[in-house]
T-cell receptor, first 114, second 113 residues
Framework: DVKVTQSSRYLVKRTGEKVFLECVQD?????MFWYRQDPGLGLRLIYF???????EKGDIPEGYSVSREKKERFSLILESASTNQTSMYLC?????????????FGPGTRLTVL | LAKTTQPISMDSYEGQEVNITCSHN???????ITWYQQFPSQGPRFIIQ???TKVTNEVASLFIPADRKSSTLSLPRVSLSDTAVYYC??????????????FGTGTRLKVLA
């Protein structure tokens, strides 16, 4: 089974802190994604990466950056956390097999910014 | 850019068939349609994926009309454990070599005894 793990299930940070969320997948998938999930808004794509050191902005990249130095690891960085970044953050990975776009999700990190 | 729209919530009784529709008027030629199930405090879990016509697996069916502007997830004989939020995801590869994905806002299904 594909396993996607996230570094923390719950995280509490203060406004202005730099926050790192890490995601690791064990299935050698090329694509990795970061989403945030908020009530009534569903899942919104922040960034995704289709290869090591490659990244593309999703729908809501403002206030976030990402890093992918190794194929299995994709990090989301909040340079200066703000209260409006309090949310559930979900990481996912998928293969690039044509016609198979199934994304495998981690359990999520619930981030609270005070 | 495909925008996906789903009903906010649905109620059903155990043993009934449930159909959840997703509208995606601007679906692109290369886009696939995928449905996910999510329980509280968990990440979404894959249910089914399709491109056109009908796809069936051991847990659900997916109906996609010829124009592909909508899709319907069909859950046969639901049970209480099917109470969850269901998301459709539309997306796929682009000519530029990148990918584009849009999630719907989710449908909260409540199965009643």
């Amino acid at each position: 089974d594909v396993k996607v793990t996230q570094s923390s299930r719950y995280l509490v940070k203060r406004t202005g802190e730099k926050v790192f969320l890490e995601c690791v997948q064990d299935m050698d998938h090329e694509n990795m994604f970061w989403y945030r999930q908020d009530p009534g808004l569903g899942l919104r794509l922040i960034y995704f990466s289709y290869d090591v050191k490659m990244k593309e902005k999703g729908d809501i990249p403002e206030g976030y950056s990402v890093s992918r130095e190794k194929k299995e690891r994709f990090s989301l960085i909040l340079e200066s956390a703000s209260t409006n970044q309090t949310s559930m953050y979900l990481c996912a990975s998928s293969p690039t097999t044509s016609g198979n776009y199934e994304q495998f999700f981690g359990p999520g990190t619930r981030l609270t910014v005070l | 850019l495909a925008k996906t729209t789903q009903p906010i919530s649905m109620d059903s009784y155990e043993g009934q068939e449930v159909n959840i529709t997703c509208s995606h008027n601007n679906i692109a030629t290369n886009d696939y349609i995928t449905w996910y199930q999510q329980f509280p405090s968990q990440g979404p879990r894959f249910i089914i994926q399709g491109y056109k016509t009908k796809v069936t697996n051991e847990v659900a069916s997916l109906f996609i009309p010829a124009d592909r502007k909508s899709s319907t997830l069909s859950l046969p004989r639901v049970s209480l454990s099917d109470t969850a939020v269901y998301y459709c995801l539309v997306g796929g590869a682009r000519a530029s070599g990148t990918y584009k994905y849009i999630f719907g806002t989710g449908t909260r299904l409540k199965v009643l005894a």
